[in-house]
């Protein structure tokens, strides 16, 4: 019986595709990549550019790789027909215009299918195509363009002699906007504001909103975006900024002083539309905010949904769902939910960028009992496996409805605001819950007198910009078009294995390494840094990808025009960075800050690594302040200076404790006024004066803190 080789990429389909395929024909996989360019030629580049024409020399990527080679040159031997079934990508294309380089293949069949059914395979290979040379073109170039920029640029950062190992085309751009946001929020300066509120008898909680007559500067409000690289935790709401606490005080006492009223109420039902199905990075996105994982388990968990048959290709970053898939999903609401059935489905516009030959992230099928596949799977596939069945469905459902409610009362010459959101249907909500909590507003009416029930005010404080989580860094990168669906991961995960960054609760943070490298590429190579510079190549591959350009004259023009010239100048840099190094006092380090300030220079203190202390490093000040070093308290959740000099009374950061006429509550001894610092405010509470009373177990409590009225104990309540 005639014989036909169907290559695909992933060892894990093969199993899957002979189920489907049966026995006439054999199916064997490429293991991914099969060759790369060669460390031959200047610079190990493995290609040579003469004029505007490009020779590569592409070898087998490794030992395993020469073994498939072999292996897969002797089953095509056996057969009559090679058909390649790479993945349906520009990295799939390119691998498969490598098979047909290494097998001597003229003009194989291609074929493509987003996921491994029996109906989607045998349909693709029922009509198969020629290899798409555009596609391949520009995996081409981005082979050279990555292997250009990583192989000259990164002897820069070598000169350094810090460890630092690599600079990349997106690699650079990304660890760039991670700096960024370090820099904001070490020079953030935060500033005390206070946020002024009534409460009313009938049941409700208004805020401070401005004067009558007086234009205000608060928010419309606004239906809330997806967002899935965020939960679903909103920060509660908060009046005008007032920036003194006497003006805050002035406003509580008008507030008491006059009677109160509703002067307009507004109230609509609104419509929230449901979410688009997955692409890659909203997939990396809500895993990560959702079920904590970080982008490259993501991919990893959903290859093994795609190669099992459960959901469509996870590499897309296109939003369209196959009319087949959408009246699964109406049949299955039909039987389970017919409420959510809409009248007419939502519709999702994909990126600019997007293929829309591909299809968003989705199961493959709908129907599928959960508790069958909970046998199969393992707990992590399972979960992402439900997220994404969850996230498909809804897409396909009733907008959700919400009732929103907005209260604005008067007292004297002060407006107050309150706004409400209660949801009336959940539609799409019950399958993606991504809405707030509900703030339910008591029946209201205009112009009814309402009774306050208290008043007052809240000190708070501006907060700098948080660091990027990874789902909300793979956001950004999208967002500002650094990098494509298959590279988000990647990126993310190699800034980790560099060592230019680091997870802190949760969060990435750049190392002192990564802060080195990026502040010497900012000096070096500050074009390669900008995500619009980033942005314009991936879309210059986009268009070559798309027969408008050629992918060698591409190349060659941007290594002429900019590439070469920014390295020579860049070299310059080098030599400068150099001298001055051999200039600086020998022992000189870097070390990372801390968000606590010294009390003398109000600069930031140093991260001083030790080992010998438990959080593996301790606080000082590095700008010539003597004595200036602090250590962790586990007991009080804070920064402290050693004991010893607290004792001798040595700190300078604290001033000597004040007698008070207060007596202790638990001893009568007198209180005392101790100051102490904590995030680097300076801070003051009342204790028992007596060392050894205070040490005891009844005395914890035993502490007064300051605020609007007074001094005031969460166990003893008001001093008087």
């Excluded at 669906?485 to 997870?503: C, D, E, F, I, W």
Aim: with cysteine.
């Amino acid at each position: 019986m005639p014989k036909r080789l169907l290559v695909v990429e992933s060892p894990g389909k093969v199993k899957k595709l002979s189920q489907i395929l049966g026995s006439e024909w054999i199916v064997r996989a490429s293991c991914g990549h099969i060759r790369e360019l060669s460390d031959e030629g200047e610079y190990s580049l493995g290609f040579t550019m003469d004029g505007r024409s490009i020779r590569c020399n592409y070898v087998p990527r490794d030992q395993r790789a020469k073994e498939t080679i072999q292996q897969l040159k002797a089953v095509t031997k056996q057969v009559d027909e090679v058909v390649l079934a790479t993945d349906p990508d520009r990295e799939g294309e390119t691998i498969a215009w490598h098979l047909k380089e290494v097998l001597g293949l003229r003009e194989p069949k291609r074929v493509i299918y987003t996921e491994i059914t029996a109906s989607a395979v045998r349909g693709a290979i029922a009509n198969p195509r020629k290899l798409d040379l555009n596609l391949v073109g520009a995996g081409l170039c981005r082979d050279c363009l990555d292997k250009l920029v990583g192989y000259k640029g990164s002897p820069l950062v070598w000169a350094l002699n810090n460890g630092a190992k690599s600079v990349g085309r997106v690699q650079s751009a990304t660890l760039h906007l991670i700096c960024q946001r370090e820099t904001e929020i070490l020079t953030f300066v935060p500033q005390d504001y206070w946020s002024v509120w009534v409460d009313y008898v009938v049941g409700f909680r208004a805020f401070y909103k401005g004067m009558v007559n007086t234009r205000s500067d608060a928010p419309e409000q606004e239906l809330e975006a997806h967002d899935d690289a965020a939960g679903n935790s909103k920060d509660a709401p908060e009046s005008k900024r007032v920036l003194s606490e006497a003006e805050a005080t002035r406003l509580v006492e008008e507030a008491r002083r006059y009677p109160h009223q509703v002067i307009q109420l507004e109230g609509k039902v609104v419509p929230r539309q449901p979410p688009p199905p997955f692409t890659t990075s909203t997939l990396q996105q809500a895993a990560g905010s959702k079920l904590r994982f970080a982008p490259d388990q993501t991919m990893f968990l959903a290859q093994k949904l795609y190669e099992a048959g459960l959901i469509t290709y996870m590499r897309t970053d296109s939003v369209m769902l196959s009319p087949e898939f959408c009246a699964s999903v109406k049949q299955w609401l039909e039987q389970h939910d017919p409420q959510n059935v809409p009248q007419q489905v939502a519709k999702h516009r994909s990126a600019k960028t997007a293929q829309e030959a591909h299809e968003a992230i989705r199961p493959t099928d709908v129907f599928r009992p959960s508790a069958e596949l909970r046998q199969e799977l393992s707990a992590l596939e399972f979960d992402l496996y439900v997220m994404i069945w969850k996230r498909a469905v809804a897409s396909q459902c009733r907008a959700a409805q919400l009732r929103k409610t907005q209260v604005i009362t008067k007292s004297g010459s002060l407006l107050w605001l309150a706004r409400g959101q209660v949801v009336e249907f959940l539609g799409y909500a019950r399958y993606w819950n991504n809405l707030s909590k509900d703030t339910i507003l008591p029946s209201l009416q205009q112009g009814q007198a309402l009774t306050l029930e208290n008043a007052g005010h809240e000190q708070k404080q501006t907060q700098p910009p948080p660091r990027y989580s990874e789902p909300k860094l793979v956001q950004l990168m999208e967002r500002k078009g650094i990098g494509r669906p298959s590279t988000y991961a990647p990126t993310v995960s190699t800034l980790k294995n560099r060592g230019y960054v680091q997870l802190t609760k949760e969060h990435l943070q750049p190392t002192t390494l990564g802060l080195e490298v990026d502040a010497f590429l900012v000096k070096a190579l500050p074009d390669l840094l900008e995500a619009e510079f980033t942005a314009k190549m991936e879309n210059a591959l986009d268009a070559i990808a798309q027969g408008k350009h050629s992918w060698q004259h591409y190349l060659t023009d941007w290594n002429q025009d900019y590439f070469a010239p920014a390295l020579a100048k860049a070299k310059t840099v080098v030599i400068s960075s150099s001298a001055l190094k051999k200039a600086s006092p020998v022992g000189e380090r870097k070390y990372e800050t801390s968000r606590t300030r010294c009390q003398q220079c109000n600069n930031f203190l140093a991260k001083i690594p030790s080992t010998k202390v438990k959080k593996k490093y301790f606080l000082k000040c590095i700008s010539g302040c003597e004595d200036t070093v602090l250590f962790w308290s586990d007991l009080n959740k804070t920064w402290e200076p050693p004991r010893s000099k607290a004792a001798k009374g040595e700190n300078p950061q604290k001033s000597k404790a004040l007698i008070t006429k207060y007596p202790c509550p638990v001893c009568k001894k007198p209180l005392e006024e101790y100051s102490y610092t904590k995030e680097g405010q300076s801070k003051t509470m009342l204790r028992c004066s007596d060392p050894q009373s205070r040490n005891d177990r009844k005395h914890k409590d035993a502490v007064y803190f300051t605020t609007a009225k007074g001094w005031w104990s969460p166990k003893f309540g008001e001093l008087k």
